[in-house]
Structures are given as C-alpha cells and as structure tokens.
C-alpha cells in the first residue's frame, strides 16, 4: 500500500520558529484536529509532545481520548461539554452554556467578523453571566481571523474588537482565562505577540500560506507520499492506459501502476491536465480508486513532497490535500 514518511527533524523547525514567535513553547498549542492535518493524530501529538508542547487542540473528545496523556491540556473546539480534569470546550454559541455539564472548563470563543461560530459582541454580557449561572469554569477566551494571510487591514480590525472582548471578561471579574486568538498565518506575520496561546495548525506541518509580500519565516514540509509498483507493461505506439483510455502511448513506452488512487484520499484530479509527481512524472490517464499509472518501472516512487505545490496542480489549497490522505495509510517517521 502507499504510505508516508513524516520527517520529524522538519517538524521540529517548525516549532522552533513558531517558538522564536511566541518566545516560549508554553505558550504554543499544537492542533492535531483531523488526524493531525493528515499527518497522523498520535504520532504527531508524540511528537510534539516530545519536543515539550504542553498544549493540544482537538476537533472531538474522541481524538482528545487519544492522546490525552501527552498534555496538559487539551481543548476541544466542537463537541458535547463534559466535565473533565485536563479537557477544555469550546462555547459556539449561548445554547451551549446552558447544555454544558456543571463544573466544566470552557472556552468562550466570540465572533469578532468570521462569522461562522462564536457568540456575538453584543451577547457577551449575556454568556459571561450565563457561565457564572451554570456554574461553569472559564478558563480561556477566544477568537479566530478571517484574513490573517491576507495583506489588508482586517487582522487590525478584528484585533480592535477582540481587545473590546478582553476588556469586558476582565471586568466582570474571571480571572486566570487564558487569551488567544492567533493562527498559524497571524502569528507568523506578528512583530510581537503578548498573548497567553498561539494555536498552531498548518504552519507547524510546514506551510506558509501568507503572500510573498509580508517577511518570509521558512519553514519545512512535514509529510511526503509514496507508492509502491503494483506491476510493469510494455505498450506499444497507440495503446491506451487505464478507464476511458485518456492516455494514448506515443511510442512503445514502459508504465506500471502504483498503489495510490482516490480510494486512499488522492484526488482524482482531472486527466487531460495530468498531475505531475514530486518526481517530474506526469500520471498517464485517469486516477482509478487504488492505482495511478506512471512511466517508469521503479519500485518506489514520492507522489508529492509539498502539498502547496501540489494544490496548485490540483486547484485547490495545501489543507485539502493532506486532510483527505487516509488515515489507515501508514506513516512512517524518518
């Protein structure tokens, strides 16, 4: 079967630059949401915790139950809340306080112009009072930027109404909530960060997604793919490869196939535009659900080494990419 190599030196490069960002690796959160960004959830989450990241950020308690012995805490951004020692939630909206089990840590995320979950400003006051109501413990405030990796004002903006928040939580009285609202794109493009987290997504795999036009931090792709040969033909001039037989051999050519198809979480891309592998290879004809077909008999080939270049091919972004890699794919570190 296909499989990826995750490097781990690369991966610790990256946290060391998001650390010189922060100036200390406490205050960095590691998101191992949807199997870590494809990189696999326990093995990243050993990884970093290894490095020393004391924090995780999780999409479900499922994924939380999995690693939660590496941390010391773990926020979860979607799910039931529970009452539990190391766990945090997230609090989307007003109804969640009130479904939420007594005693619970929670996070109060607050919509400051995604517009997609979080309460509004102007119910603040109304959950701030609801927590201390449901007897509820409110251990951190958050936000989350809609254009942070992009070169506009509106990182300002909604820093400008965040501020608003925190101003507000503080004076109700809550205190040791931690505040944080930075990303991977905000943290990377700030001059100075006096916040108490950072949560690290798609930057600590090794992505900068930010325009050319703000000051570069390198950083160093994580994951790779691999396919391994299924078997070796000779066609001749005029024969044809795979479903539909969109690939018409020019010249008597050798192809085999290769374990990795959209069954496995490779997108099935389009044939009359073949994508072309880390290696220079285009794919001959259609992807199929387990097989691609390539020119070249080698055992071993890397399909892709860098999921920003491959997004380009396949028009669409470096987090759709790696987040569709299946998990039962083996991940190998090196």
């Known amino acids: 079967m296909a499989f990826i190599k995750i490097n781990k030196e690369n991966f610790y490069h990256n946290l060391n630059q998001i650390t010189l960002q922060t100036g200390s690796k406490d ?3 590691i998101v191992l949401k949807d199997n870590a960004y494809g990189h696999g959830l326990v093995l990243m989450a ?3 915790s290894e490095y020393g990241i004391k924090h995780a ?4 308690t499922v994924e939380a139950e999995q690693i939660e012995a590496l941390f010391e805490t773990i926020l979860v951004l979607g799910d039931s809340i529970m009452n539990h020692e190391k766990y945090s939630y997230t609090i989307n909206r007003l109804e969640d306080i009130t479904q939420a089990q007594t005693g619970a840590k929670v996070e109060l995320k607050v919509d400051t112009g995604m517009h997609r ?5 102007d119910e603040l006051e109304e959950a701030l009072i609801s927590i201390k109501k449901q007897g509820l413990d409110l251990v951190g405030v958050m936000t989350h930027y809609r254009s942070a990796d992009v070169l506009s004002s509106e990182l300002f903006w909604q820093q400008k109404q965040f501020e608003v928040v925190k101003e507000k939580v503080k004076h109700f009285g809550f205190k040791n909530v931690r505040i944080h609202s930075h990303n991977s794109a905000a943290i990377l493009r700030s001059k100075t960060f006096t916040e108490d987290l950072v949560r690290v997504g798609i930057g600590a795999y090794g992505y900068n997604e930010l325009p050319h036009s703000f000051d570069r931090c390198l950083l160093k792709t994580v994951l790779s793919l ?19 037989g969109d690939y018409v051999a020019s010249s008597e050519m050798k192809v085999s196939t290769y374990d990795l198809g959209y069954g496995d979480g490779w997108c099935r891309g389009d044939a009359g535009h073949p994508f072309i592998t880390a290696e220079k290879l285009p794919i001959l004809g259609r992807v199929s659900m387990d097989f691609i077909s390539l020119a070249t008999d080698k055992n071993e080939i890397c399909v892709m080494d860098d999921a ?9 972004i470096s987090y759709e990419v790696i987040t569709a890699l299946h998990r039962d794919i083996e991940r190998r570190l090196v």
Do not use: D, F
Request: hydrophobic fraction near 40%; proline fraction near 0%.
């Open 27 to 29: 205050k960095v959160a």
């Open 226 to 244: 691999h396919a391994q040969k299924i078997s070796t033909r000779v066609l001749k001039e005029g024969e044809r490869v795979g479903y539909g």
């Open 308 to 316: 920003h270049n491959a997004a380009k091919q396949l028009v669409t």
């Open 117 to 121: 979950n979080g309460i509004g400003i």
């Open 57 to 60: 950020v999780v999409r479900k």
């Open 46 to 48: 050993k990884l970093a």
